[in-house]
């Protein structure tokens, strides 16, 4: 049974950071290439970074410099670094392969409020 649990979100001021994880069972890991999509209030789930079979990485330009995407082949686990955070980036953050073949997971909440 393939399954995605995200973890690691919470309430953060502007300018601070989090750090991300998903866990993946039910797959094998490594063959697959991964990304982090967001979902704001009221707003369709975008795309926020991508990271293939050899660590090379997309982003969309909202987060470019800011967020770090990687994987830990050996743990099953993806994870996304979030630096200098602003209100904008408030979402619900899910972890999916680019082409959204895996089932979603719970997602883990991100607000970034003072």
């Known amino acids: 049974q393939v399954q995605l649990v995200e973890s690691g979100g919470g309430l953060v001021q502007p300018g601070g950071s989090l750090r991300l994880s998903c866990a993946a069972s039910?797959?094998?890991?490594?063959?697959?290439?991964m990304a982090w999509y967001r979902q704001a209030p009221g707003k369709q789930r975008d795309l926020v970074a991508t990271?293939?079979?050899?660590?090379?990485?997309t982003y969309a330009d909202s987060v470019k410099g800011r967020f770090t995407i990687s994987r830990d082949n050996a743990k099953n686990t993806l994870y996304l670094q979030m630096n200098s955070l602003n209100s904008e980036d408030t979402a619900v953050y899910y972890c999916?392969?680019?082409?959204?073949?895996?089932?979603w997971g719970q997602g883990t909440q991100v607000t970034v409020s003072s």
């Open positions: 039910g797959i094998i890991f490594r063959r697959y290439p």
């Open positions: 990271i293939n079979f050899f660590g090379s990485t």
């Open positions: 999916n392969t680019p082409e959204i073949t895996l089932p």
